[in-house]
């Protein structure tokens, strides 16, 4: 059973630029959620897709959107960079039994210069 | 609200010896799952271990194990045997039920150096 993938692995963009990162979840699992990990700020919870529909959303600022095909495929979307936006973008599947199982590909490094 | 804290940031241990990481949770939930993770330079986080709040024995994968003391809302993650490739950032989480992982907490995370 393959697993998360997220591409590109890293990125570097410029500030004002925008940015789109791709998660293609376990097959059969139908949430992805986002993360944002920074050194400062840990691991924090930016949006959850589920049927193709935003089901739960974190506290970030609307430059930051995504959206989920009817592959379970989701993309998430930065508009006007900012220096702050350099993290790394963590994608993560969830599925199975009583939706308990969380499962995470290897993260996009994005550098805003 | 559900906190997860590791008051460890940092820790070291011999290759081959026993290490444990601490991790500690506050909830009003009864039911939940618990997690260990790790995150090695690699970036990926992977799931290590997975506790569910209902089940009184504790998980056990390998040279993985966890000590759940759930009144005592401590979950703390023991590795035997330690190898060179458990060198990682490792993360507890914790998770509501049927949460998916938009609703997985994470403690700050303790940075494991396995020293040959």
């Known amino acids: 059973k393959a697993g998360v993938t997220q591409t590109p692995r890293y990125l570097i963009k410029t500030r004002g630029q925008q940015v789109t990162l791709s998660c293609s979840p376990i097959?059969?699992?139908?949430?992805v959620s986002w993360y944002q990990q920074t050194p400062g700020q840990g691991l924090q919870f930016l949006f959850e897709?589920?049927?193709?529909?935003?089901?739960n959303k974190g506290n970030f600022p609307g430059r930051f959107s995504g959206r989920q095909f009817s592959n379970s495929r989701s993309e998430m979307n930065v508009s006007t960079l900012e220096l702050g936006d350099s993290a790394l973008y963590l994608c993560?599947?969830?599925?199975?039994?009583?939706?308990?199982?969380?499962?995470f590909g290897q993260g996009t490094r994005l550098t805003v210069v | 609200a559900q906190t997860v804290t590791q008051s460890q940031p940092e820790m070291s241990v011999q290759e081959a010896e026993t290490v444990t990481l601490s991790c500690t949770y506050d909830?009003?939930?009864?039911?939940?799952?618990l997690f260990w993770y790790k995150q090695p330079p690699s970036r990926q986080m992977i799931l290590v271990i997975r506790q569910e709040a209902y089940k009184q024995q504790n998980a056990t994968e390998n040279r993985f194990s966890v000590n759940f003391q759930k009144a005592a809302k401590s979950f703390s993650l023991k590795i035997s045997d330690s190898q060179l490739g458990d060198t990682a950032m490792y993360f507890c989480?914790?998770?509501?039920?049927?949460?998916?992982?938009?609703?997985?907490?994470f403690g700050t995370g303790t940075r494991l150096t396995v020293i040959p």
């Open positions: 897709y589920f049927s193709e529909t935003q089901r």
């Open positions: 993560a599947s969830s599925g199975g039994v009583r939706n308990t199982e969380a499962f």
């Open positions: 989480a914790f998770m509501k039920p049927f949460g998916g992982a938009n609703n997985l907490f």
């Open positions: 097959s059969g699992h139908r949430s």
């Open positions: 909830t009003s939930e009864n039911n939940y799952y």
